[in-house]
Each structure stands twice: as structure tokens, then as C-alpha cells.
């Protein structure tokens, strides 16, 4: 199954995260690719990423004969105040050049010459945007621009953000990749935007944000009927209401249990309930 951004790229419908997976990261992006998984997301930010060994794995894989094309890529450009001392550019330089930089150190790591999507980790400002989120959101209309990623996007945005960024970007992002949480209505402000505009509306911490949902009695109940577990419930009910979920499990059952919840339905009742649940 796929998405489709307004600009008609599309997107597998669940995506692989390869946050704070540290070393184990070449293992486990192999695991979920075996396990079904066809797209992957990393970021060029040593805190929390090892980008590098993403594309050791796109080797590893590419000997098997599952080939770049076949892969849906996500990377992004963390700026400085998400980085530690180890900038994949230099700190230093104006944004423009930081972007760059950072981009070309990107299809470096992962051997490739272009992504599949490049997403700016979050806004330099708090709230709205100001004059570092607009230099480099044109960074990054320009790579799109260049070809060399499919998509653009950005993450950690709020409503007021995004809604600035669809009315004044030359290219509005096709994806956003927010922290999903259950007491927001499942970030629901952003998400409408996301939708009125065909942008794709990537959630992420689904479970980790939403630990009392998934203890939640009538959650536990719907989970029972289906024969399945609250986790998967969490990721149907996400991609049923239009969302592009991420899952950053370490376990291939796990793996193969999330990506099952591609093949059950709730119905338009349990949606709600589970809509409101932490409301
Ligand atoms: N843009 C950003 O700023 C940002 C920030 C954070 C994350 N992300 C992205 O989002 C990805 C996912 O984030 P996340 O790791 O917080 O997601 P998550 O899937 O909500 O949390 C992962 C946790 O859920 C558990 N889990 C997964 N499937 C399960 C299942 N079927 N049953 C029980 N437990 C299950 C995992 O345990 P096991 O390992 O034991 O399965 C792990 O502890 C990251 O890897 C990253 O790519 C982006």
C-alpha cells in the first residue's frame, strides 16, 4: 500500500525509523526490509542517528539484489541547535552551505545519488517562522528543484508553522513528520492541514507518546476482537484516519506483527473511539 503527496510521489505506507538504534542499526534495517518494511528513515545527526550505517545495510541489502530503487529513503538536515560538536558541516558556514553540506555528507553515507525525501528536522523558531527557517526552506526547494530528492518535508512543525509555510513557499512540503499525540487528538490541527493541502502527515512515537492508550480498557477490548495486539490497533487506527505511521521496533516479531495491522479493519466506531480516547 502507498501514499500520495500532491506532487503524486508515493510513499509505503509504514515506514521503518532508525532512531537510537546505534550500532545494531545495519542489523535491524536489514531485519525490517526482510520483514517487509520498503521504506526507512534516518536523519545526518549523530545524537540520535547512525546514518552511515543505514547505507551499509543499503549495501548489504544491494548484494542480496534488493536493489536502491525498490527503497523508499527519508533523511533529514538537523539544524545546529539539534546537533552535538559532530555537524556534518560546518558549523560555522552560512545555512545555505550547512544544507549542502549536510545533503552531499547524506548520499555519501547512504551510497546514493539521490533520496526519496529530505526533511528539515524542525523550525529554527519556537513560534511562526522566521528569517533561518525561510533561507533554508528555499535550501530546500532548490534540491527539490535539483531532482536529487523526491520530496521535501519538515518535522516537529506546529499548525501555525505549517499553515505559514502552504500560504508563503514557493513548493509547500509534500510530507510533515510530527510526535503523534493521543491527548491532541492525534495532532489533529496539523493533520487537516496535511490534508487539505496532499501532504503527507507522517506520525512518529505513536506508541512511546501513547502508553495510556495502549492500557486502555476499550482499546484492550477492540485488540481482543481482532485477535491482535493494542500496538497494531494503534498503527491500523493511524493509517485508517490517513496517517503514515513509523514504528522504530528492534524486534522482527514486532516487526512482522506491526506490519499486519496493513491487513485488518477497524470500524468507523472503534476510529472514533479511538480518536477521542485521551481527549
Ligand atoms: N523527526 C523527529 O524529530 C523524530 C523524533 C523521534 C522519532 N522519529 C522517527 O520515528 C521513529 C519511530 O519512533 P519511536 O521509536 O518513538 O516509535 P515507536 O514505534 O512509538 O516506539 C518504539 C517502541 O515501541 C515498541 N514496539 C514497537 N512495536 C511494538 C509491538 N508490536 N508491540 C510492543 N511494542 C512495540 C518498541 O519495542 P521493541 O523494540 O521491543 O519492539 C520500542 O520500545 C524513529 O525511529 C525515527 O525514525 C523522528
Known sequence: MTLTAYNHVRIPSFMYGTAWKKDATTHLVQLAVASGF?????????????????????????????????????TKFTPLNGQDH??????????????RQSFDSSLTHLGTDYVDSYVLHGPYSLRGLGAADW???ADMEALYQSGKTKMIGISNVTAEQLTQLCEQA??????????????LGWDKEVREICQA???IYQGFSLLTANRDVLADPEVRTIAKRLGTAPAQIIFRFAMQIGMLPLTGTTSQQHMKEDLQAEHFSLSTEELQRIETVAL
Open 135 to 137: 533561507e533554508v526552506w
Open 197 to 199: 493541502h496532499g501532504i
Open 86 to 99: 559532530r555537524t556534518p558541516y560546518d558549523a560555522s558556514a552560512d545555512l545555505t552551505s550547512q544544507v
Open 170 to 183: 514557493t513548493l509547500k512540503p509534500m510530507v510533515v513528520q510530527n510526535r503523534c499525540y493521543a491527548a
Open 38 to 74: 520498503s521504506s526507512i528513515d534516518t536523519a545526518n545527526q549523530l545524537i540520535h542517528y547512525q546514518e552511515a550505517l543505514v547505507g551499509e545495510a543499503l549495501q548489504a541489502l544491494a548484494k542480496q539484489g534488493i536493489t536502491r530503487d525498490t527503497l523508499f529513503l527519508q
